[in-house]
């Protein structure tokens, strides 16, 4: 087991080494730096001047070192647009789409995996042929469409819910959290609800198709015959033994969910780093986005280093043998 | 035999199942209104001189002030809504139709060959594969959007526009095919007629297309029409977010954006017709996925 952690560490290594690879490169071919950071009016000898002392004529592979060191130690550079730190831009507004992708997987669980135990266990009923109709539309209609849809209905029709940003926010150290106001949690609700509605229809249809699969099986026939109650051959007979491939999805698509708030942050004008991304692309801010790349990449290394975890913790075969 | 038995047995299923001919139907229409744009289109919406701003902010003809010449009613520019659907979704089916095509292309080129060639070449297919299949698609195409960005004159920018756009899409969805198409040459590999190929020293290339493509089509059909589905969405997302298509040529994502501006002065036709449209379209390609993937794995229905 040991063994089996330390070869996913080494795995996620190379991951991020291969990401920021891509970022510098990015950063390196993507349009000159000089030119970048230079207006029109610096003479060529200012430039290749410029060029030496930030060590752009040293080898390839000793700029890619220093840059990668350079990370290591939490300096990712300037914006070209704004002309500060990118680590500052990006780190005040990580706390805004960490808790809008953490309340969107919430829901999601919280209400995918009930319906989607609901639906395997009464196949024909007439509820779960609505809630299937549902999803199928559910996944077809676009992110953004919904977002607007819920903006319409809950923010100018019914005037219920705020429609834009974050409502209000306590600082806590450096983290700008809405977890502890009113108005912070009524903003929260319709992005968190648009983020998480294609995280609920995949949750639901996966716990669906691994219980139909597993009520089929013969320990549940024979738990069946030995009178075992139905909630607990419910829960903890067959639900137990779905978790680990529903827990693999999850995991990875909390990546996903984090990637998609680029649109959900878009529609709410919610000020996360989606939003920052977007603006990056828009005005070909090339640190920014190097540094957005590396730092979504590290979010998913680091949740399916969980996922592996919570494997050994939740099947056991893996605690006795080394199964990679 | 069995190929006429599958195939009536979809034919069975077609006419015995009503949300899928539905969806065919609409799939249709659209598909045609969007081709026949030019010559059933009331006016031409990139054409300045035809619309004016005197009839700006016209309601669809059922409402009150509403005008016949312009039967879904108008923007704020003055163009007429419907000539503003019909020709946006001739540019998303456009831009999704040729991004599917070139993912097919490429993806099942490579794909093929990695199960063909197995070995080195298969790992570092696989490989790119694995790192891309991990980035969200969305994610993918708007890195790729924001490189051109970088690297093209500025001069070129707007000409190639909808090139780019279908590349960074295409670029995004080939990973699917890849998968499917390695799985199911691994599959065929194996059997008889390719040894007998290979014994008979026919070519690679033409063992790879003559021999087992055609073997593998099922499902990559399967996979074409739901990846024709996300190409779209994932334009319409692109120019929502206003790094797709510009304003001046509006594809459905570009028309919902500019309708979020109207959500709250009351011109609902602006916003919500392109929606519905948009809608209609993905559902019915989604439904006619799952339909195409029912008739070819009997197994899941």
Redesign the interface.
């Known amino acids: 087991m040991f063994y089996f952690i330390l070869k996913r560490l080494v795995q996620s290594v190379f991951?991020m080494l291969?990401v920021a690879f891509l970022a510098f490169s990015?950063f390196r071919f993507?349009?000159d730096p000089i030119t970048q950071m230079t207006g029109v009016e610096t003479s060529v000898e200012d430039q290749s001047r410029l060029r030496q002392e930030l060590g752009l004529n040293d080898p390839f592979v000793l700029q890619f070192t220093r840059f990668t060191s350079d990370m290591l130690q939490g300096d990712f550079g300037f914006s070209f647009r704004t002309r500060q730190p990118v680590a500052q831009m990006i780190t005040s507004r990580i706390p805004a789409t960490l808790e809008l992708g953490i309340v969107a997987l919430i829901i999601s669980l919280f209400v995918g995996i009930p319906a989607g135990v609901y639906t395997a266990l009464r196949p024909r009923g007439v509820v779960t042929q609505a809630i299937l109709m549902t999803t199928?539309?559910g996944?077809?209609?676009?992110?953004?469409?919904i977002g607007?849809m819920l903006?319409?209905l809950f923010g100018?029709q019914l005037g219920w819910l705020p429609t834009f940003g974050r409502g209000g926010t306590v600082q806590i150290g450096s983290w700008e959290s809405s977890f502890f106001t009113l108005e912070g949690w009524r903003a929260l609700i319709l992005p968190a609800f648009t983020l998480g509605v294609y995280q609920l229809t995949l949750t639901m249809r996966l716990v669906r198709a691994e219980m139909m699969d597993v009520m089929r099986s013969d320990y549940i026939r024979f738990a069946t015959a030995r009178g075992v109650p139905m909630g607990r051959l419910y829960f903890r007979h067959a639900l137990a033994n779905t978790m680990v491939p529903v827990i693999t999805i999850i995991g990875?698509q909390f990546?996903?969910v984090i990637?998609?708030s680029?649109?959900t942050e878009?529609v709410f004008q919610w000020p996360g780093m989606g939003l920052l991304?977007?603006e990056?692309?828009?005005f070909?801010d090339?640190p920014v986005?190097g540094v957005y790349?590396v730092v979504?990449a590290f979010f998913?290394v680091v949740v399916n280093l969980i996922v592996d975890l919570l494997y050994v913790a939740i099947d056991p075969r893996l605690r006795v043998k080394d199964v990679s | 035999m069995k190929d006429f038995i599958k195939r009536s047995e979809g034919l069975w299923l077609f006419v015995h199942s009503p949300a899928v001919m539905v969806s065919a139907l609409v799939a249709v229409l659209i598909f045609l209104g969007a081709t026949l744009a030019p010559w059933i289109a009331p006016t031409n919406p990139y054409d300045l001189a035809s619309f004016s701003l005197m009839d700006g902010l016209l309601p669809p003809v059922w409402e009150e002030g509403g005008v016949a010449k312009f039967s879904l009613g108008t923007d704020d520019q003055g163009r007429d809504m419907v000539s503003s659907i019909l020709y946006g979704a001739r540019l998303s089916l456009l831009i999704g139709l040729s991004a599917m095509v070139i993912a097919t292309v490429l993806g099942v080129g490579l794909g093929v060959a990695a199960g063909f060639y197995g070995g080195r070449f298969d790992a570092i297919v696989m490989r790119i594969a694995d790192i891309q299949l991990a980035l969200p698609a969305i994610l993918t195409a708007l890195l790729i959007d924001g490189v051109a960005r970088g690297i093209l004159p500025p001069e070129m920018q707007q000409s190639l526009r909808v090139s780019v756009l279908t590349l960074a899409i295409a670029l995004s969805l080939w990973v699917n095919f890849a998968r499917t198409a390695r799985a199911s040459t691994f599959v065929e590999m194996n059997k008889e007629y390719v040894h007998a190929a290979i014994i008979m020293g026919q070519r690679p290339i033409r063992i790879m297309l003559v021999h087992i493509l055609p073997n593998i089509l099922g499902p990559l059909l399967v996979i074409m029409t739901v990846d024709l589905a996300s190409a779209i969405l994932l334009e319409a997302t692109l120019s929502f977010l206003g790094i797709g298509l510009p304003a001046d040529s509006p594809s459905l994502g570009t028309l919902i954006r500019i309708g979020m501006q109207f959500m709250l002065s009351g011109e609902w036709w602006i916003l919500w017709i392109p929606t519905l449209f948009l809608v209609a379209l993905v559902v019915s390609i989604n439904t006619l996925g799952d339909f195409l993937r029912d008739v070819f794995n009997p197994g899941l229905r």
């Open positions: 991951v291969a990015l993507v349009g199928l539309v996944v077809s209609i676009p992110t953004f469409v607007i903006i319409f100018v990875l990546g996903g990637a998609f680029i649109v878009s991304f977007l990056s692309i828009r070909v090339i986005m790349l979504i998913f």
